[in-house]
């Protein structure tokens, strides 16, 4: 029988599919790919389904976009508990603690990621105009993401949080002290992430480098490496000033977002 | 305003610039071909958006458009082009392009007119892109030589090298006073960028929150805008403050205080740029010192 193979996830779909049953990208359109390599994240359409293990998630909305969760029992999804944009009342809810408090007060991170377990409806979403992307995981990955990008996890991934090394990465990085980090182990999982702005993605081949503005800086596999690299600008006044560019190097995916705020001058 | 002859088949109705019209995008500001064109009953025409992926073609490089809400600026740099740009909209770059500074006058105005003070210069070959940090569109504003116009503060994404750059007071504020309190207001920023191409056809690229339109005004006619929401005008158009105080029904609230409108006024001949969204200027005291300004009390 043949199968479309969805662009953005790999996963492969019966044909006559319009929209991946995994990622939720449509499987009609064209791929949009820069001329220098950057993949659009796919524009989910208004009211697109896909599954995750019992449950489905759809995506409402096109502006400030609303992932609407149907969890089955035995599911369960964790947030951070600010992203929640309304539940059933019957939804349970618990609490997952992610451990080094004092490094994530001082990280300005939540201590607790709450949990919201099936059956029923819980739906999420962040606070400025961007797009949900969703990174279906499969065994064995890991994923690092920006603080604050996250919107919801399903059961099946660890969470923990790496701090970012290097204290030019630190200081001048733009991504705070510490990232998210996702990790599957024998079972799938799906992530999904509020972009600001539009979403980008490139695969560096090993060895490869780019050099993003760290504001820009949305996720990365944790096998691309990431330096702050210190660009000096001279402006003739008091001395001049400097920049730092996150240089990233490959292996793996990079994901970027348009719409940041500048952290990256001194 | 003179235009440069025509050398295609295709004249874009936004840039005025001429061309095979054969790829579905102007390939001078990246405007579709194939829409129709949209014009409010009052006469302002909706600058249609750059198309996902669009390519605009400049000198011997090409700048793509991609993204809808916060769009990117994609430049695909030639060995012998570079552009410039304010650091702050620096998305991402390939190792290979040369990063550096471009000299910059008046560092200690600009500073206090709150303007970047680095403006930074990127040499092809390579990929460089730029981003704004707000929802809207892009502009692209192809400019031939001899052609100069002047840019909103903040509005400015990049330009390409041969775009001269410069910029001065905008001469456009007023002062109130509220009891003891006193002070400036700039309603279009204290200072507006102009640019202007020499040597060649250059490429301006700007950044408009919500949605763009366009208007020729033709000469002595005048138009009212919010202060904030104009985006560039061609340096034929005169700017001036307008004051509005509406009729109130008590002593009150006939507006010296709070119900004023100020408005920006507009003198063709020329082309005018607006965005939809904008910050409105503050009200509180009664303005008593203004740049040049005309008054209307109903």
């Not at chain 2, 440069?4 to 840039?15: D, I, K, L, S």
């Not at chain 2, 001949?269 to 203004?290: D, K, L, N, W």
Request: glycine fraction near 12%.
């Amino acid at each position: 029988m043949d199968r479309i193979e969805c662009q953005w996830c790999k996963a492969q779909n019966e044909t006559g599919r319009t929209n991946c049953t995994t990622c939720g990208a449509p499987l009609d359109t064209k791929d949009l790919v820069t001329d220098s390599g950057w993949a659009e994240a796919p524009r989910l359409r208004d009211m697109t389904e896909f599954r995750f293990s019992s449950s489905t998630c759809q995506i409402e909305g096109e502006i400030v976009p609303v992932a609407e969760v149907a969890l089955a029992h035995g599911d369960s999804v964790f947030f951070e508990h600010h992203v929640m944009l309304w539940k059933e009342p019957g939804v349970p809810m618990s609490a997952l603690n992610t451990g080094g408090g004092m490094k994530r007060m001082l990280g300005g991170m939540p201590h607790i990621l709450s949990v919201a377990h099936g059956p029923g409806r819980v739906a999420f979403s962040r606070d400025a105009a961007g797009e949900v992307v969703v990174l279906p995981l499969h065994p064995s990955m890991e994923l690092d993401v920006r603080e604050h990008a996250f919107l919801a996890g399903t059961h099946s991934l660890t969470y923990s949080f790496v701090r970012i090394k290097g204290l030019a990465n630190v200081l001048h990085g733009g991504g705070g002290m510490y990232m998210d980090r996702f990790v599957t182990y024998q079972e799938p999982g799906l992530l999904l992430l509020h972009g600001y702005g539009n979403v980008f993605q490139k695969t560096l081949q090993p060895g490869e480098k780019i050099m993003v503005e760290p504001g820009g800086f949305l996720y990365k596999d944790s096998s691309v490496n990431m330096n702050a690299v210190k660009q000096n600008v001279k402006t003739g006044l008091m001395g001049g000033h400097s920049m730092y560019l996150a240089e990233m190097t490959g292996p793996g995916r990079v994901g970027i977002q348009s719409m940041y705020v500048h952290h990256g001058s001194e | 305003m003179s235009m440069p002859p025509a050398q295609g088949a295709y004249t874009c109705p936004y840039c005025r610039m001429a061309s095979e019209g054969t790829d579905g995008a102007c390939p001078h500001c990246g405007a579709p071909v194939d829409v129709r064109r949209r014009v409010s009953d009052s006469g302002w025409v909706e600058q249609p958006p750059i198309r996902d992926m669009a390519r605009i073609r400049f000198s011997r490089s090409t700048c793509q458009i991609s993204g809808t809400y916060v769009p990117v600026a994609e430049m695909g740099l030639h060995d012998d082009d570079w552009v410039y740009f304010s650091h702050h909209v620096l998305l991402h770059t390939d190792p290979r392009v040369r990063l550096g500074n471009l000299p910059m006058k008046g560092g200690w105005k600009r500073m206090r007119a709150g303007m970047p003070l680095i403006m930074m210069r990127a040499q092809g070959p390579g990929h460089i892109a730029f981003s704004a940090d707000e929802p809207g569109e892009t502009l692209a504003v192809p400019l031939h030589p001899g052609r100069a116009i002047d840019v909103v503060e903040h509005r400015f994404l990049v330009a390409t090298g041969n775009v001269g750059y410069q910029w001065q007071n905008a001469n456009v504020w007023f002062t109130t006073k509220d009891g003891d309190e006193q002070e400036t207001h700039y309603p279009v920023g204290k200072t507006m960028d102009s640019f202007a191409a020499s040597g060649g056809p250059g490429l301006l690229l700007l950044h408009g929150p919500g949605n763009i339109f366009i208007r020729d005004l033709a000469p002595g006619e005048r138009i009212l805008v919010q202060p904030g929401g104009l985006i560039w005008k061609d340096q034929t158009v005169r700017m001036f403050l307008h004051f509005e105080y509406p009729r109130g029904a008590y002593w009150f609230s006939s507006s010296k205080w709070q119900a004023k409108t100020v408005w920006l006024t507009l003198q063709g001949p020329g082309r005018i740029a607006v965005q939809s969204v904008f910050e409105r200027p503050e009200m509180s005291g009664a303005v008593y010192q203004t740049s040049g300004a005309t008054t209307q009390r109903w």
